[in-house]
């Protein structure tokens, strides 16, 4: 139940896709296709498992204050969930309400991305080049702090705010 819980919050981190395991077996099967995991200490094989995990490139995050005393990477487990999401993925933050703040044609181009057009359509669509619309791109993920477009177009979606999305172009 925890472990699902954890995954559920983890969830709201457009750019995270977590899912829940609750036994080593089920951690090594998930390492194949991950590159972080965030792991209880007190599961059995936590430590070899660890072990086994970063050879194979994946970040290993303890939850919690004890772990293995290797390259450990810990997050106290009363810490909000937003310092775990960054611990799996350090660098990468959602955005707060007054940093970042869009353009009106950023959350232009955002919006229009967000509907599924691609950078050439919603170039003709503001009658703008399509280089520049890649320019307001890597603004955008600058100011929203995300690696790219799908994590934009997530926070997007979430945060109302930053971008009104209809069906209506």
Same mark, same amino acid.
């Given at each position: 139940m925890v472990a699902e819980g954890i995954a559920s919050a983890l969830g709201s981190y457009p750019w995270l896709?977590? =899912?829940?395991?609750t036994t080593m077996a089920e951690v090594r099967t998930l390492a194949e296709s991950v590159h972080a995991v965030a792991l209880d200490p007190d599961l059995d094989g936590s430590e070899r498992g660890a072990l086994h995990l970063r050879r194979r490139g994946v970040r290993v995050v303890f939850l #919690? +204050?004890? #772990? +293995?005393?290797g390259e450990s990477v810990r997050v106290p487990l009363s810490a909000p969930v937003a310092d775990l999401a960054s611990a799996l993925l350090p660098g990468v933050s959602l955005p707060h309400s007054r940093r970042g703040r869009l353009t009106?044609?950023?959350? +232009?181009?955002? =919006?229009?991305v967000a509907r599924g057009l691609a950078g050439k359509q919603v170039?003709?669509?503001? #009658?703008? =080049?399509?280089?520049?619309v890649e320019r307001h @791109?890597? @603004?955008i993920y600058a100011k929203l702090g995300v690696p790219n477009q799908a994590a934009a177009v997530g926070i997007a979606v979430a945060s109302r705010d930053i971008v009104r999305i209809s069906p209506w172009m």
């Amino acid at each position: 139940m925890v472990a699902e819980g954890i995954a559920s919050a983890l969830g709201s981190y457009p750019w995270l896709m977590p =899912s829940a395991a609750t036994t080593m077996a089920e951690v090594r099967t998930l390492a194949e296709s991950v590159h972080a995991v965030a792991l209880d200490p007190d599961l059995d094989g936590s430590e070899r498992g660890a072990l086994h995990l970063r050879r194979r490139g994946v970040r290993v995050v303890f939850l #919690g +204050d004890h #772990g +293995d005393e290797g390259e450990s990477v810990r997050v106290p487990l009363s810490a909000p969930v937003a310092d775990l999401a960054s611990a799996l993925l350090p660098g990468v933050s959602l955005p707060h309400s007054r940093r970042g703040r869009l353009t009106a044609r950023e959350r +232009d181009v955002l =919006s229009l991305v967000a509907r599924g057009l691609a950078g050439k359509q919603v170039a003709r669509h503001l #009658g703008i =080049s399509a280089k520049t619309v890649e320019r307001h @791109k890597t @603004k955008i993920y600058a100011k929203l702090g995300v690696p790219n477009q799908a994590a934009a177009v997530g926070i997007a979606v979430a945060s109302r705010d930053i971008v009104r999305i209809s069906p209506w172009m």
